[in-house]
């Protein structure tokens, strides 16, 4: 990128001369025209260097001016009028206009060709060119030698930082600074990190380069977009980027940046194969297995590498981004969207939690977090995760705890809770959820027991009191319930029935000769409160 104050300050161009005093001379050269035609700023391509005798103007300063505010808007890098052949000294009216609009009007000397001055131009902008290119391709070069290597984000960084004397940040999808130069840390920038990653919040698309002033600050920052995934790039952030020294070009940049892609996509599916491998061994982890202390010691020392810790508490949860998220609307991000939810997680996690692990669900795209000491305010560091996240992207996610468990080999109780509850909370569709497992009563365990079989088990315990149709049964049956419950006390239970504690003997004598058994047997005592309990038309 030539600028106009570069050309002219280059010594075989030093007799070109800056005519108007409000020039700006930061305007970019990328190639040079001559043409005397009027209307020639329809045909021209942005950022020209006109060359001209302005033959076709001599005595029309008007359409001059209206030729300058035509370059201005297209726009060019300024106009060289070759004065002495058809004008010799500029109208101040069109001086005037190029002040004001900061257009720069330059002086061709006489003692050169228009050819001549052109050749050299593009000559000089051709090689500049040229070696910015070289230049590029170097840094490329021994960018991809360093990838080869293993070389990590930081060590890429801080070459590039050194490369372009300038402060230079990764930052993650997240928001989060993942590498930076030496610059950006001992310069004093990293207090303008919070009004860096703000408006990167507010542009979470970035297709392009974007590049800004720092509010109330002369910082120009420029970030480019680390394309590895579809929709959620990283952001490789450069700090005073209008001084970058020669020969140091876009270009340039634009290769180290796809080295570090590269980089970043080998650290991401590395990671991948990471979840796979962890995904198996908890599928291991889930196995029954045998409640011995060998049994135990032999996954403790399988899990070690996965984080596995022994401990007398472990609790699974399920996480799951909700079916309603924003972000799974486009299917081809799922995958995507999937990845970044297992990463969000998993440093959450390690930020909110101790000794917490995070695997892949062996068969569905969802989450397994077990947690292996009590921790408190549970349900509020969860509610927080799902906050950030939601703030950050359009992910919702939901949460589900089993109960906790007390030893390694009963952690599949745990994660069956988990899942049930789950898949329960999302069958009565709520979303954003954080619910824990609730013990089911006998009566929901009995719901997956075919009614035939609770009715023989009902008739066979209680006989003719399972479904009473005397007045007489329907009598015993009643005071049976409440002598049961009252834990057969017969004053407690005359009291309770307000009937004598004579009445008590005879109706349980009478049943204990209908059901053929003691009745304060403590298994058939049990067995009769379950038959009750099945058999009462209420429950």
Known sequence: MTTMSELLLTPRFSNIEVINEAANLDNVVDTIEISETPDVVAYLPKNTFLLTTAMAFQNDPEALCKLIEDLHRLPAAGLGIKLGRFIDKLDPMVIE???????????????????????????????????????????????????????SLQS????????????????????????STQHFKQAGYAAKLDEIQDRLKKTPELATELTFLLDNDSLLISVFPVKVTTYYPYFLVILKADQIPYPYSQLAIEQANTIISFTIYKNQKLAESNRTLRGKFFTKLLQKGEDDAEYTRNLLDYGKSYGLLPSDYYRCLVAGIDESSMALKNATLQEEVYSLTYEWLERELHRNFENALIFPHPTEDKFIILLQQYEADLKAKLVAIQTALDRLFP??????????????????????????????????????????????????????????????????????????????????????????????????????????????????????????????????????RLALLLSDKKG
């Open 395 to 528: 992910i919702s996610i939901s949460f589900a705890a089993g109960n906790e468990v007390y030893e390694t080999a009963s952690i599949h109780y745990s994660y069956m809770e988990a899942v049930d509850t789950y898949r329960q909370s999302e069958k009565d569709h709520y979303h954003s959820f954080v619910h824990f497992y609730e013990s089911k009563g006998i009566m929901e365990l009995m719901q997956f027991i075919p009614v035939e079989q609770i009715q023989h088990f009902c008739l066979f315990t209680l006989k003719t009191l399972a479904y009473p149709q005397s007045e007489t049964h329907q009598e015993l049956r009643r005071t049976l319930q409440v002598y049961l419950s009252c834990q057969c006390e017969i004053t407690e239970t005359a009291k309770q029935l307000y009937i004598h504690r004579n009445t008590v003997k005879y109706r349980i004598a009478k049943c204990a000769a209908l059901l053929d058994h003691p009745i304060t047997h403590a298994d058939f005592s049990l067995k009769l």
């Open 156 to 179: 890429l960084i801080q070459n590039l930082g050194g490369i372009l004397k300038r402060p230079v940040l990764l930052v993650n999808p997240f928001l989060e600074v993942v590498a």
């Open 97 to 151: 206009t190029a002040n004001r609009l900061g257009f720069p009007i330059l002086r061709i000397p006489l003692t050169v060709t228009l050819g001549t001055i052109s050749h050299q131009l593009l000559s000089y902008i051709w090689d500049h060119q040229t070696e910015k290119f070289h230049y590029a391709i170097d840094i490329q070069q021994k960018f991809s030698k360093m990838m080869i290597k293993g070389a």
